[in-house]
């Protein structure tokens, strides 16, 4: 039987009055899943069509004013599409002859970026064609997010009206339509989908396809590597990882070989930029903390390589092993945080992940609370690039950086607490265990750990 949100969260429950109130502690609940996809549907649709209704008013400008920042409705889409050569029918990744900047993102996100194009053409005032480019990416993007609403259902076990976390969380409105995200976070969520039914190579090549278009969905293989070694279970381990790097070479191969240094792009970028906007580095460099000692890349892998290794210590000695979606939220936080680089809609990576691991309304709304907030700082930080006497100040700013990294640390505190006393688990009830785990699922600890521990 599933579980009403009603009767689950107190949030919900609290809220329910308008609309009947919680359901009764014996009504029988229904077990189809179309129901909560239906309501994610409208909820969505309600959500990110906010989203589009705020860049309005950098619509009006084809999105390339100067005002966009303090208007608060900047995206990327509309404005990369004219300044990466988007708009003159380019490939992202091959040569310019004038001179412009390549696309600075993975080979499928590129891709996806080039698509649009193909229908807008390369004729017409550029104001209504960037216009059309914008509207045809949006369309895309909303149905990436349907189908990770979609996987999210259907992965979430006794509990699929956690899902609308996903559906509902400002992010959507605020992010959605900012960048191209929501293709790698739709990939990410079929593969955890086919791995939650032990379908692994299948999870591994989607696995790596979300690789291919961000970097952030191979992390996945950090967790599923910890939990075969605490169970002695590396067969799935293997054969995924097999499966990403497989599916990522084939997408990547091809690109690298015919436009190397358009496909250098995006890792020539990510390895040569230093601290930049929303990184806690670049708040603690504002704060007149000295993290440029031994150098942006050095400080970034260092403190990251830390983080996942205490990750590793907690899921190797917690008294029950966690769930894979608990370790998978820690570690995309760890690499968020420590990260040379925030951008706004990194906040969805995130969506899916909690609304498995950690599916409570409040602390989800608490956290989305400090993204908006930030949402709404680096903006006005940004305008000073275009009126410096409207924009936020640095110090300020670093402020603001420091309450969307709290607000993660946040949700990565409550992940640690419900490992640690795996009884706060609201999902580990009436005898479940990992609901994505796949083939950990009920799995025992290995030989070598259940030595050690009763040593």
């Known amino acids: 039987m599933l579980i009403s949100p009603t009767l689950d969260d107190d949030l919900i429950a609290s809220q329910s009055a308008g609309v009947g109130g919680p359901i009764g502690k014996r009504a029988q ?4 899943r179309w129901v909560a996809f239906v309501v994610g549907i409208l909820v969505s649709f309600l959500v990110f069509g906010a989203g589009v209704v705020l860049r309005g008013p950098c619509a009006t400008n084809g999105f390339q004013d100067g005002r966009n920042y303090i208007k608060m409705c900047y995206t990327d889409i509309g404005k990369l599409y004219v300044d990466r050569g988007l708009d003159r029918g380019d490939f992202p990744y091959a040569s310019r002859l004038d001179g412009s900047d390549y696309v600075e993102y993975p080979v499928l996100q590129g891709i996806l970026m080039w698509v649009p194009t193909q229908v807008v053409g390369t004729t017409g005032e550029i104001k209504s064609r960037t216009l059309k480019y914008y509207a045809i990416s949006s369309l895309l993007l909303y149905a990436f997010l349907l189908v990770a609403l979609w996987a999210t259902i259907k992965s979430a076990g006794r509990r699929p009206w956690d899902a609308i976390i996903l559906a509902a969380a400002p992010s959507i409105a605020l992010v959605g339509t900012l960048n191209w995200d929501l293709l790698p976070v739709a990939l990410l969520a079929l593969g955890i989908l ?4 032990e379908r692994v190579w299948l999870a591994g090549v ?3 396809l979300g690789g291919a278009a961000k970097i952030y969905p191979l992390l996945i293989v950090f967790p599923l590597f910890l939990l075969a070694l605490r169970t002695g279970r590396i067969g799935g381990f293997s054969r995924v990882t097999l499966g990403a790097v497989g599916a990522w070479l084939v997408v990547n191969l091809p690109v690298a070989y015919f436009y190397p240094d358009g ?3 995006f890792y020539d970028l990510s390895k040569d930029r230093g601290f ?6 670049l708040s603690l460099r504002f704060l007149h903390v000295p993290v440029d000692r031994f150098g942006a890349t050095a400080t970034v892998t260092g403190a990251l390589v830390v983080l996942l290794c205490a990750i590793a210590v907690l899921v190797l000695k917690a008294g029950r092993r966690p769930r894979l979606m608990q370790i998978m939220v820690l570690v995309v936080i760890a690499f968020v945080v420590t990260n040379k680089v925030y951008s706004p809609q990194y906040a969805l990576w995130l ?3 909690v609304a498995l691991a950690r599916p409570r309304w409040r602390d989800v709304l608490i956290w989305q609370s400090g993204q908006a907030i930030y949402y709404v700082g680096v903006w006005l930080w940004l305008n000073k690039y275009s009126t410096p006497d409207r924009a936020l100040d640095d ?5 603001l950086i420091l309450l969307q990294v709290a607000s993660q640390l946040y949700i990565a505190a409550l992940v640690v607490r419900d490992i640690v006393r795996p009884d706060q688990d609201r999902v580990r009830v009436d ?6 785990g796949g083939e950990f699922d009920h799995a025992e600890d290995a030989s070598w750990l259940r030595r050690k521990e009763s040593v």
């Open 351 to 353: 969506l899916p992940l």
């Open 276 to 281: 930049d906007f929303g990184s806690l580095w």
């Open 263 to 265: 496909w250098r792009r």
């Open 395 to 399: 110090p300020t700013y670093a402020l």
């Open 194 to 197: 086919a791995w939650t039914r």
């Open 29 to 32: 609940v229904s077990d189809n």
């Open 206 to 208: 989607l696995i790596g």
């Open 431 to 436: 005898g479940v265990d990992d609901p994505q």
